[in-house]
């Protein structure tokens, strides 16, 4: 099985050289899938794989006329005049405007960028920060997993993880405020029903919250 799948995995590589001599700007092609080996009960994924599934060229939502969109980098976090009634220390989605807010004191609020859920994907609601992890590890829900039933049943964490540097989990919901490894999809309707914010970020919302924080998604 191992050899059979380095065989494939040379060819495909070969096959993307002679496209890319042939034309330098051609779209990248979809690695393969990942294959299970009955016998020794692992999961081969092909290098590269989960940063496609997780990048741009993956979500439908980046198509414009047949083609893919370039994307604005996120706006970094900054302080802002905010009216709400929500308490300081409360944070807001605001799913229509990509942003996510750290409500403060006198009017203000500490405002970031966010990726939210594709069309079909979004909601709203309130919910409590309920745990917190850095370099959490990913489990693919099993609504995720019947789209995609070529995704990892389990990832561990670290750089290259989908789900980023940190992760904030909301009550007893499947969705998080996490990293993420592809910092271009932030600010965008990139995601499966969660809140994608840039490492650093992140990082630094880690650092202002606890648990038990509020969440209100607009």
Same mark, same amino acid.
């Given at each position: 099985m191992r050899m059979k799948h380095c065989i494939h995995l040379v060819a495909i590589a070969l096959m993307e050289l002679c496209l890319g001599a042939v034309n330098t700007r051609a779209q990248v092609q979809e690695p393969s899938p990942p294959i299970f080996d009955t016998k020794t009960h692992k999961v081969w994924i092909q290098p590269g794989y989960i940063d496609f599934l997780m990048g741009?060229?993956?979500?439908?939502?980046?198509r414009e006329n047949g083609q893919y969109r370039s994307?604005?980098?996120?706006?970094?976090?900054r302080m802002v005049a905010y009216a709400t009634h929500e308490k300081p220390g409360t944070i807001v989605i605001d799913t229509a405007?990509?942003?996510l807010y750290l409500v403060g004191s006198n009017g203000k609020a500490l405002r970031y960028s966010v990726g939210v859920g594709r069309e079909g994907y979004g909601w709203s609601g309130t919910e409590r920060i309920s745990r917190k992890r850095q370099w959490p590890d990913w489990r693919p829900p099993? @609504?995720?997993?019947?789209?995609? +039933?070529?995704? $990892? @049943?389990?990832?561990?964490?670290? +750089?290259?993880? $989908?789900?980023?540097?940190?992760?904030?989990y909301l009550g007893h919901t499947l969705f998080r405020i996490?990293?993420?490894?592809?910092?271009?999809?932030?600010?965008?309707?990139?995601?499966?029903g969660c809140f994608r914010m840039t490492n650093r970020d992140i990082i630094d919302?880690?650092?202002r919250v606890?648990?038990?924080?509020?969440?209100?998604v607009r």
């Open positions: 741009a060229e993956a979500s439908p939502s980046y994307v604005q980098p996120a706006i970094p976090p405007n990509h942003a099993a @609504a995720m997993r019947d789209r995609r +039933p070529d995704l $990892p @049943a389990h990832m561990v964490g670290g +750089p290259a993880n $989908p789900l980023g540097a940190r992760a904030l996490h990293g993420s490894n592809e910092p271009e999809t932030v600010g965008q309707d990139s995601s499966s919302l880690y650092q606890r648990v038990g924080t509020k969440v209100v």
